[in-house]
C-alpha cells in the first residue's frame, strides 16, 4: 500500500521528523495540528479563534491528501483550560460537525507553546482518488 505524506510547512516538521498528515488508502490521519498563524498573522487571543486556525490547516492538509471536513470520523482536541471547552466545541462543530465524528477532548496541563490554548488531530475516510 503506497503511504503519502503531506507537509504543511510546521517549523516543528523537519526538526521532530513528522508530516501533517499521511494517507495509506483511504485512511488519511492528521497530526496534533497547533494554532500556528499563517505568514505574518499572529496566534489568535482566544480558544474558539485558535481552534478554528487548527481547522484550517486540518482542512488544508486533508484538501492535499485528496479529502475534505466531511470525510473526517474522528477528532481529539487538547485544551489547557477547562473553562475554553464550549468554545473549542462550538469552533469544532463549525469545522467538522456536517460529518459528526467521534470526538474527544481533553484537558492537558500545557502545550509546546504557552500561547496556545488548543491543539487538535484528526482521522478521516477518504473517497477513492479520481
Do not use: N
Not at 485544551?79 to 462543530?93: C, K, L, S, Y
Request: net charge negative; with cysteine.
Amino acid at each position: 500500500m503506497t503511504r503519502r505524506r503531506i507537509r504543511s510547512g510546521s517549523p516543528f516538521e523537519g526538526s521532530y521528523g513528522f508530516s501533517r498528515a499521511v494517507r495509506t488508502g483511504d485512511r488519511v490521519v492528521v497530526a496534533g495540528t497547533a494554532p500556528i498563524p499563517a505568514p505574518g498573522g499572529e496566534v489568535a487571543a482566544t480558544a474558539y479563534g485558535q481552534m478554528l486556525r487548527c481547522g484550517e490547516i486540518m482542512t488544508e492538509a486533508l484538501a492535499a491528501a485528496g479529502a475534505s471536513p466531511a470525510d473526517v470520523v474522528r477528532t481529539r482536541m487538547f485544551i489547557t483550560d477547562p473553562a475554553d471547552a464550549d468554545e473549542v466545541g462550538r469552533a469544532h462543530r463549525e469545522v467538522f460537525g456536517g460529518a459528526a465524528p467521534a470526538a474527544t477532548m481533553v484537558v492537558v496541563a500545557a502545550l509546546l507553546d504557552p500561547s496556545w490554548k488548543v491543539e487538535a488531530e484528526c482521522e478521516a475516510v477518504a473517497p477513492p482518488p479520481s
